[in-house]
């Protein structure tokens, strides 16, 4: 997929997302929040990447909208001390 590297795939089989059709039923922010739980230093780039490779786009190609709002779920997460 794209934006999923090696690194990126292996954290994801180690969360429970064995493949492409996994990821887009669980989607970006429930992927980004069970990485969040099992390697806390995850960042918002991570973040992007999913929702890029979710949506079928660079992650530095999303709309500013989309950023905005992820960002929004990030923070949410920080605060919340997943």
Not at 16 to 24: K, N
Request: glycine fraction near 8%; aromatic fraction near 10%.
């Amino acid at each position: 997929m794209r934006n999923i590297g090696r690194e990126m795939a292996w954290k994801l089989v180690a969360v429970g997302i064995e493949s492409p059709e996994q990821l887009a039923e669980a989607g970006a922010r429930e992927a980004f929040f069970r990485l969040k739980k099992t390697f806390p230093r995850v960042c918002l780039v991570h973040l992007y990447a999913l929702e890029g490779a979710v949506t079928g786009q660079e992650y530095n190609q999303l709309p500013e909208e989309t950023k905005r709002d992820l960002k929004a779920f990030s923070d949410f997460l920080k605060n919340g001390s997943v």
